[in-house]
C-alpha cells in the first residue's frame, strides 16, 4: 500500500497521515555556494594568467583549486542531487572535479609536470588537450543553458572561450592567446558572482534589492 493509500484509507488516523505525508526537501539551495567557490578560484587564475602584477607563477591557486574550487564544488554538486537539480549537480560536481585535477597536475609530488620536463613542447600539447576536454564539456552544458536563463547562457558561452582561448595559447604557445583567455576568465568570474549573489538574496525573504538573470518563461 503507498503513502496515498494510506492518505485515502478510512482506517487511518491523523498521526498516520502525518507520518507518512510526503515531506519536501530540507535543504537549502547550495547554488551561490558553488558559484561563488567557481568564481573566486577562476577569478584568481584568470588575473596570473593576464599576469596581473607581474605574477607568471600560477601555483598560490592550488590551495584555492583544492579546497574552494574543488571541495566546496563538489559537496554543492552533491546538495544538488537531493533538490533534483540534475544540472546543478552535475556542473558543479564536474567543475569540482576540474579544479582538483588543475591542483594535482600544478602539485610537485604527483610528478605529473616533471615527467614533461625534457619536452615541454610536448607538456604543452598535454596541456592543450586537457584544456580542449574541457571546452567539450562546457559546450554541453552551454547548449543545455539555452533555455534556462541569459545569466547561465552568459556564463557557459564566457567559460567555453576561456578554455579554448588557453588550449590555443599551449597548442601555438602564445601569450597573446593565454592573456586573451584570462581577459574572458576574469569577465566568467564576474558573471558567476553575479548570478551567485542573484540566488543569495532570491534566497533572502526581505533582501536589499533583487538581482534578475533573465529567466525564460516558459508556456
Known amino acids: 500500500m503507498s503513502s496515498s493509500d494510506i492518505e485515502k484509507s478510512p482506517e487511518a488516523t491523523p498521526t498516520t497521515r502525518a507520518l507518512n505525508r510526503p515531506r519536501g526537501s530540507r535543504v537549502a539551495n547550495p547554488g551561490t555556494l558553488g558559484l561563488f567557490s567557481f568564481a573566486s578560484t577562476t577569478f584568481m587564475l584568470s588575473l596570473y594568467n ?8 600560477p601555483n598560490l591557486v592550488v590551495g584555492m583549486a583544492i579546497s574552494c574550487g574543488g571541495l566546496a564544488q563538489v559537496l554543492a554538486g552533491m546538495w544538488e542531487f537531493p533538490r533534483g537539480n540534475m544540472f546543478g549537480a552535475t ?34 600539447s598535454a596541456i592543450g588537450i586537457y584544456l580542449i576536454t574541457w571546452f567539450m564539456v562546457t559546450f554541453f552544458f552551454f547548449l543545455a543553458s539555452l533555455r534556462k536563463n541569459i545569466g547561465f547562457i552568459a556564463l557557459f ?44 538574496l532570491a534566497a533572502e525573504e526581505k533582501a536589499i534589492v533583487r538581482l534578475p538573470i533573465g529567466v525564460f518563461k516558459h508556456d
Open 91 to 124: 556542473a558543479f560536481s564536474s567543475y569540482g572535479a576540474f579544479w582538483l585535477s588543475y591542483a594535482a597536475i600544478l602539485i610537485p609530488g604527483t610528478g605529473i609536470v616533471s615527467a614533461y620536463e625534457d619536452n615541454p613542447a610536448e607538456l604543452r
Open 157 to 200: 558561452g564566457l567559460l567555453f572561450t576561456t578554455f579554448i582561448l588557453l588550449a590555443a595559447g599551449e597548442f601555438a604557445g602564445s601569450l597573446a592567446a593565454t592573456k586573451a583567455g584570462g581577459g574572458v576568465g576574469i569577465a566568467t568570474a564576474l558573471v558567476a558572482y553575479y548570478i551567485g549573489l542573484s540566488e543569495l
Open 50 to 57: 593576464v599576469q596581473t602584477r607581474g605574477i607568471n607563477t
